[in-house]
């Protein structure tokens, strides 16, 4: 197979890391923003204890000059980006009545927002060279709305939108965009949810368990895959049949 550079925004948190590992397990070389360092470096010695060499580059996704230096440090470092992961995200949950303007903006920014700065910088070196695969991890409550969740929801389901028309633009040039939209996942952001309430989601949950990150990232590497090539503007939901629909 063909080692690629392979860019995760976010991927010292749950999701993020298992994608990383994933996607250094089918030879390609990973590297993922940080921008809390004490952080990002007791994960990178975590992560070298797993036998990972993973680059770090510092970087805010809500900042777009921050967005772009950080993608210019990774092609200066490990070469140009063939894959980008925007995985990136953060909850502030809350009822909308009560939901602040912080609460609304930091969502956005992070989770949708991030999605321009960091793919605008790497869309041209992909259409130059006339390869790239374009993923954006969504979320199951971008399609079917989430108590609490305005801003979250409105954040995610933007992501496909976002998906949907860089396909298009990108199709005829070797580049597939996708959008795989997790259910709830053992991870601190689920694990944050107040228990009694968690309890209640996971009872809905037809599989009888929260996801595994190890089960989003099979469907980051399969869309990754050369043999993909065909898939594009496509949404994978991945959620124990948690939400079903087609
Ligand atoms: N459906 C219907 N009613 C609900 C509800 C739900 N899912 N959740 C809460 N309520 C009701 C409560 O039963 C309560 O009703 P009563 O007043 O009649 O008793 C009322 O809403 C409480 O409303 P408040 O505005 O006072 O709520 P709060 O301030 O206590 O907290 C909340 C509300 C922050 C939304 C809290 O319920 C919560 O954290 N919910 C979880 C939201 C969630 O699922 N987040 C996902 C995080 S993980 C993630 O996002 C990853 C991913 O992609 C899947």
């Known amino acids: 197979m063909t080692t690629r550079v392979a860019l995760v925004t976010g991927g010292t ?8 590992k994933k996607l250094a397990d089918q030879g390609h070389k990973v590297a993922t923003n940080y921008r809390s360092e004490e952080k990002a470096k007791a994960w990178q010695a975590q992560m070298k204890a797993d ?3 993973f680059a770090l580059v510092k970087g805010d ?10 993608v210019r440090e990774v092609e200066k470092t490990l070469g140009p980006i063939d894959i980008l992961v925007n995985n990136a995200g953060i909850t502030r949950d809350g009822t909308f009545h009560k939901m602040s303007a912080a609460q609304w903006g930091d969502v ?12 605008r910088p790497v869309i041209e070196g992909m259409r130059g060279r006339k390869w790239g695969r374009i993923i954006q991890i969504s979320s199951i ?25 860089l396909a298009r633009e990108n199709a005829k040039l070797g580049i597939t965009v996708n959008t795989v939209s997790p259910g709830y996942v053992a991870t601190d952001m689920v694990m944050a949810v107040p228990e009694e309430v968690r309890a209640k989601i996971a009872a809905d949950i037809p ?20 043999q993909a090539a065909w898939i594009t503007g496509s949404n994978l939901d991945i959620n124990g049949g948690h939400h079903m629909g087609w």
């Open 13 to 20: 948190g749950g999701i993020g890391t298992a994608i990383c």
């Open 51 to 53: 036998g990972y060499d």
């Open 61 to 70: 996704v809500t900042s777009p000059d921050e967005a772009e230096a950080m």
């Open 108 to 119: 956005i920014n992070t989770n949708l927002n991030s999605v321009f700065n960091v793919t």
């Open 141 to 165: 409550n971008g399609l079917k709305g989430q108590y609490g969740q305005a801003n979250y929801a409105a954040a995610k389901a933007g992501m496909h939108g976002f998906t949907i028309s």
């Open 207 to 226: 599989t009888g368990r929260l996801g595994k990150p190890e089960e989003i990232a099979y469907a980051v590497a399969f869309l990754v895959d050369e």
